[in-house]
Nanobody, 123 residues
Framework: QVQLVESGGGLVQAGDSLRLSCTASGRFFSSYAMGWFRQAPGKEREFVAAIRRSGNTYYADSVKGRFTISGDNAKNTVYLQMNSLKPEDTAVYYC?????????????????WGQGTQVTVSS
């Protein structure tokens, strides 16, 4: 069993930055991929970014150039640095993982999910 715990959400103003963290615990394999999704009220959960253990990354077009995903393999932790935040970035952000090394944009590319952390960006 794998547990994912997110942290770092909060209330910020437009233009500010936040860094989200997601730490995985439990049985963990060396070949993994971790990603971030987000879900705004009344909307579908959407892909944000993903990273393989090897360091390969993949971003949604809406966050390219503003968000950076990185990982610390020793800590089984992935980070999402969010800069130049906009009100439309407001959502619950979810961490996800798989042990197949897939960094796709689909929800079913991932097998494990965290509980989510709220990010609110005021205008």
């Amino acid at each position: 069993q794998v547990q994912l715990v997110e942290s770092g959400g909060g209330l910020v103003q437009a233009g500010d930055s936040l860094r989200l963290s997601c730490t995985a615990s439990g049985r963990f394999f060396s070949s993994y991929a971790m990603g971030w999704f987000r879900q705004a009220p009344g909307k579908e959960r959407e892909f944000v970014a993903a990273i393989r253990r090897s360091g390969n990354t993949y971003y949604a077009d809406s966050v390219k150039g503003r968000f950076t995903i990185s990982g610390d393999n020793a800590k089984n932790t992935v980070y999402l640095q969010m800069n130049s935040l906009k009100p439309e970035d407001t959502a619950v952000y979810y961490c996800a993982a798989n042990f197949r090394g897939v960094i796709g944009p689909r929800r079913n590319d991932y097998d494990y999910w965290g509980q989510g952390t709220q990010v609110t960006v005021s205008s």
